[in-house]
């Protein structure tokens, strides 16, 4: 049995794009390389192996989740293992590059991999002089190497630069190193559409197209031309990772609000999220709420489209989970959220509706299409003649939509995002397409448009 079989446990966050690892000593204890604030799932498999957390590695300051490390620490007395560069302000072992931990039977080796982040280190796990494998977390990735401008666009080329030697270090392992990258598919850290979350040294040697480039300066123009928009969110989050974000004491809660409290927050600034699925918010809405479906991607679009200081009403349906959107909010430093209204206590009280209409493709006839998905997805093949604004990028371009727009994504729940955002922007005749731009080719015959 290999050791990744019978002792890893990758533990993926299918919303951020992320892999944690949890590593079965062997003796009871464990090793927790990556892990989120949300620790439900690493709790989980813990206990179904018996296991503590004695170590808690991370690769890097975060951008895009708050560390788990911390509340590892305080909850099973865990030793925080991290980078000496990262100048974090709490109780950690500083690594920097070759330093060793004895995990009692396995030996964990610190590499300098700076290129993501200045400080970033992958962890080299061996048995004696064996290299089992590397958790690479943004250096090496599956088919690429994550994105390089976290810090600013004015570092982007240094660090991209810094990424091309990291990468080399790494290939320098035997072929048969597994790598455990901790950015994966659906991350905004970039990595490249696929099914495969870990490899080897050498299958990326063979595939990865960055590893391919003939210099450095090739390597720099393709990791750069590589990359898109991230979340707004991902500008604090790596400061609060360094100081430390707050130790929970207690599973958080999500307060239950009455329409007349509602109307109270609404006056003192608080903003509302509706949460129901995309039908629901399209029959019947508050004037105002922007939508964000509660689904594994959730957190993305909260953090990207919402300050995080701003009070928040979240409005639900009454069988959504609470606890995975108060974990999800948590996981991206949304700390205080006001509290939720149950849907049918708004309608109960006789509160004000707005709807949006969704419709099929066949429905859409020759109104303009405003496609706001992401550059990457919007040239692989669009509607004929859409106007593209990402959805990112929309509150401040709201002016730019059509009148008349049928809001296009890839499938509706960021279509009805988008529209929510335009209909509080003073847009009323707008429609969401139920489906994506594949469905409007399959009812029209017609050919989806490539490029920009």
């Known amino acids: 049995m290999r050791f990744a079989d019978d002792h890893l446990i990758p533990l993926v966050d299918e919303g951020l794009g992320n892999s ?13 390389v990556d892990a989120s604030r949300d620790l439900r799932t690493l709790r989980a498999a813990a206990e179904r192996r018996g296991l503590r957390v004695a170590y808690a590695a991370d690769t890097h300051l975060h951008a895009d989740f708050l560390t788990g490390a911390l509340q590892l620490a305080a909850d099973d007395g865990a030793t925080v293992l991290a980078s000496a560069a990262g100048h974090r302000a709490f109780p950690h072992t500083a690594l920097a590059d070759g330093d060793e931990t004895d995990l009692g039977g396995l030996t964990l080796r610190a590499l300098a991999t700076p290129g993501h982040t ?8 061996l048995d004696g002089t064996r290299e089992l494998g590397v958790f690479t977390g943004g250096s090496l990735i599956v088919g690429s190497a994550a994105r390089t401008d976290l810090l600013g666009p004015g570092r982007a080329d240094e660090l991209a630069r810094a990424q091309y030697h990291s990468l080399r270090r790494l290939t320098q392992l035997p072929d048969t190193t597994a790598v455990w990258p901790t950015h994966g598919a659906g991350s905004f850290c970039s990595a490249p559409p696929g099914a495969e979350r870990t490899t080897t040294i050498g299958a990326q040697k063979r595939a990865n197209a960055l590893l391919a480039a ?5 390597f720099v123009r393709q990791l750069l031309g590589s990359l898109g928009s991230y979340p707004a969110y991902f500008d604090r989050l790596g ?13 958080p809660t999500l307060a239950t609000l009455s329409a007349a409290e509602t109307h109270q927050l609404l006056g003192e600034g608080a903003q509302i999220i509706d949460v129901r699925p995309v039908t629901d918010f399209a029959h019947g809405h508050m004037p ?7 689904r594994d991607q959730f957190a993305t679009w909260l953090g990207w489209l919402l300050p995080d ?5 979240f409005v639900t349906a009454p069988d959504q989970d609470l606890a995975e959107l108060t974990w999800q909010a948590l996981k991206i430093g949304y700390e205080r959220p006001a509290g939720h209204l149950d849907w049918t206590a708004w309608q109960a009280d006789g509160g004000k509706q707005q709807t949006i209409d969704l419709l099929t493709a066949d429905r859409i006839a020759d ?19 859409a106007i ?19 809001v296009a994504c890839g499938h509706g729940e960021r279509a009805m995002t988008a529209a929510s955002l335009l209909q509080r922007a003073g847009h009323d005749d707008l429609a969401v397409l139920d489906g994506g731009p594949a469905d409007w080719a399959k009812a029209t015959g017609r050919t989806l448009e490539a490029g920009a």
Do not use: C, K
Request: charge should be negative; charged fraction near 25%.
């Open 214 to 218: 003939p210099d450095e300066d090739t």
């Open 309 to 313: 200081a701003t009070p928040l009403v």
């Open 388 to 406: 593209h604004i990402e959805l990112g990028d929309l509150t401040g371009h709201a002016g730019e939509a059509p009148a008349g727009a049928v």
């Open 20 to 32: 944690a690892y949890l590593v079965d000593l062997g003796d009871g204890r464990a090793l927790a």
């Open 367 to 385: 109104r303009p299409v405003l496609d706001i998905r992401q550059r990457a997805e919007h040239v692989t093949g669009h509607i004929a003649d």
């Open 239 to 251: 400061e609060i990772n360094r100081r430390g974000p707050a130790v929970l004491d207690s599973a």
């Open 118 to 125: 200045d400080e970033h280190l992958s962890f080299l796990l």
């Open 288 to 294: 105002g709420a922007i939508s964000i479906p509660l």
